[in-house]
Nanobody
Framework: QVQLVESGGGLVQPGGSMRLSCAAS????????MGWYRQGPGKERDLVAV???????DYAEAVKGRFTISRVNAKNTVYLQMNSLKPEDTAVYYC???????????WGQGTQVTVSS
């Protein structure tokens, strides 16, 4: 199994920045995909950004130009740098891990990000 431990999150004012971290441990398979999803109040869980082992990335349109996903393969860790935060970014953010070639998918416990003045 794979365990995902998230850190970061909290309360931030509009226009502020925050960085989330997620470290994977256990039975790590390569190549793999790590990413971040979020679920706002009354909404479904949606993609924020994903990154492949080779560094290829994909972003949701709503966060392009503001968020940056990165990873350090030696640490099996993925980061999400969030800049120019907006109230609509308020959500529980979940880390996700999956092998490129087989299941299952693993999820972190989620961390609350609240953007409010």
């Amino acid at each position: 199994q794979v365990q995902l431990v998230e850190s970061g999150g909290g309360l931030v004012q509009p226009g502020g920045s925050m960085r989330l971290s997620c470290a994977a441990s256990g039975s790590i398979f390569n190549p793999n995909v790590m990413g971040w999803y979020r679920q706002g109040p009354g909404k479904e869980r949606d993609l924020v950004a994903v990154i492949m082992s080779d560094g290829t990335t994909d972003y949701a349109e709503a966060v392009k130009g503001r968020f940056t996903i990165s990873r350090v393969n030696a640490k099996n860790t993925v980061y999400l740098q969030m800049n120019s935060l907006k109230p609509e970014d308020t959500a529980v953010y979940y880390c996700r891990f999956s092998s490129t070639y087989w299941h299952p998918v693993y999820w972190g416990q989620g961390t609350q990000v609240t953007v409010s003045s």
